[in-house]
């Protein structure tokens, strides 16, 4: 039997720790219980999404606004939230990622159709760019779920940027996260 070195160890034990994180954090679109609720005037939760939530590019022909969002009942510590669009539907092996904004302050509880409040960050979604990329699930295809959901978060700021992936955002999200709650769209064409 070969010994191994030290870096093979180190190589070992980040594979190990890597997929003990994996087991242990939550699907983005997991919705632990909470009294918290989330409502949209943009659409109702299992309705369809209209046009102007819906991407523009990639053959949709939306406007690609943002959904108006209202939540309530966060619980005593709520430092921050965030705010994703996630389709679980998406062909691929990962879901997709259509919209992740952190560092909402605490005492934000909408967002208008369209807007982004002072000091929330938006992080890059599935489409390579930052902010929101609307529905816009393939020609043919069954329409897609659009989960919407509003994470009460214990830190003030996330540490990320801009450019930091759908995954890493979800990992630190899912590891601040004292609630959440979720309202679910649907589009197809």
Not at 52 to 73: D, E, K, Y
Not at 119 to 124: D, F, K, N, P, V
Request: proline share 7%; glycine share 10%; aromatic share 8%.
């Amino acid at each position: 039997m070969k010994k191994l070195g030290n870096k093979e160890l180190g190589f070992a034990a980040r594979g190990i720790l890597t997929a003990l994180v994996a087991i242990a954090a939550p699907m983005p679109f997991d919705t632990a219980a909470s009294a918290m609720d989330l409502t949209s005037s943009s659409f109702a939760d299992g309705g369809a999404i209209p046009e102007r939530n819906v991407l523009r590019g990639f053959g949709c022909l939306g406007q690609n606004i943002s959904p108006a969002l209202v939540w309530h009942a966060a619980p005593d510590g709520t430092k921050s939230f965030a705010v994703t669009m996630f389709d679980p539907d998406a062909p691929t092996d990962s879901g997709w990622w259509h919209w992740l904004l952190v560092n909402i302050p605490a005492d934000t509880t909408s967002l208008a159709e369209g807007s982004q409040p002072a000091g929330a960050l938006a992080t890059r979604t599935d489409f390579g760019m930052e902010g929101y990329g609307g529905p816009c699930a393939p020609e043919g295809a069954p329409p897609h779920r659009y989960v919407v959901t509003v994470i009460a978060l214990d830190v003030e700021k996330l540490p990320v940027e801009a450019s930091a992936s759908g995954a890493m955002v979800s990992f630190l999200l899912n590891s601040h996260s004292l609630a959440k709650a979720t309202l679910t769209g649907r589009f197809g064409r």
